[in-house]
T-cell receptor, first 110, second 114 residues
Framework: RKEVEQDPGPFNVPEGATVAFNCTYS??????FFWYRQDCRKEPKLLMS?????NEDGRFTAQLNRASQYISLLIRDSKLSDSATYLC???????????WGAGTKLIIKP | GAVVSQHPSRVICKSGTSVKIECRSL??????MFWYRQFPKKSLMLMAT?????????EQGVEKDKFLINHASLTLSTLTVTSAHPEDSSFYIC??????????FGQGTRLTVV
């Protein structure tokens, strides 16, 4: 079993819709969780950290479920510019080494 | 400006030669840097953890004699792909984790071995 698993997609979503991704992780000792965004052939960029209490940043909401060992990302009112690959990232217990999901490709259509 | 600078961004080399990739943290000291590799349509894979002043820690399946890592200072780590082969062609990215903030990534190096 992979340490971090995501549905690769692609998710084809009309502009303005709400879309949600889930990601599961296997290491129960993981302490840090992130969502990164990666555009084609670019380096990944931090979208948001995921806190135990959940957190929201504008149209983006991240949730953590430790009992079931998954994190989620919700995007509301999707924009064309949201089209990208969204990477679920889990920090090992050392909190330094990042283990990456394969990414979920999102395509927003006009 | 970029917090982590990676150089070169693209390199083409002949099979059997060695290639060195540099990763510099520009405005903070990074005692630990990480090297990742990404094949097309695949996720980033952690290759090794580079520790300043000590030996790098390699992930299972990554050949330490092939991918030489040197972290001689708090702002510079280098990855040398030795005796490169076409299957080493990939996108290599370094990152440095600044405590209590986030991981900053270099721009990546696209290596093509011909």
């Amino acid at each position: 079993r992979k340490e971090v698993e995501q549905d690769p997609g692609p998710f084809n979503v009309p502009e303005g819709a709400t879309v949600a991704f889930n990601c599961t992780y296997s290491n129960s000792a993981s302490q840090s969780f992130f969502w990164y965004r990666q555009d084609c052939r670019k380096e990944p960029k931090l979208l948001m950290s995921v806190y135990s209490s959940g957190n929201e940043d504008g149209r983006f909401t991240a949730q953590l479920n430790r009992a079931s060992q998954y994190i989620s990302l919700l995007i509301r009112d999707s924009k064309l510019s949201d089209s990208a690959t969204y990477l679920c990232v889990v920090g090992r217990d050392s909190n330094y080494q990042l283990i990456w999901g394969a990414g979920t490709k999102l395509i927003i259509k006009p | 400006g970029a917090v982590v600078s990676q150089h070169p961004s693209r390199v083409i080399c002949k099979s059997g030669t060695s290639v060195k990739i540099e990763c510099r943290s520009l405005d903070f000291q990074a005692t630990t840097m990480f090297w990742y590799r990404q094949f097309p349509k695949k996720s980033l894979m952690l290759m090794a953890t580079s520790n300043e002043g000590s030996k790098a820690t390699y992930e299972q399946g990554v050949e330490k004699d092939k991918f030489l890592i040197n972290h001689a200072s708090l702002t510079l780590s280098t990855l040398t792909v030795t005796s490169a082969h076409p299957e080493d062609s990939s996108f290599y990215i370094c990152s440095a984790y600044r405590r209590n903030t986030e991981a900053f990534f270099g721009q990546g190096t696209r290596l093509t071995v011909v």
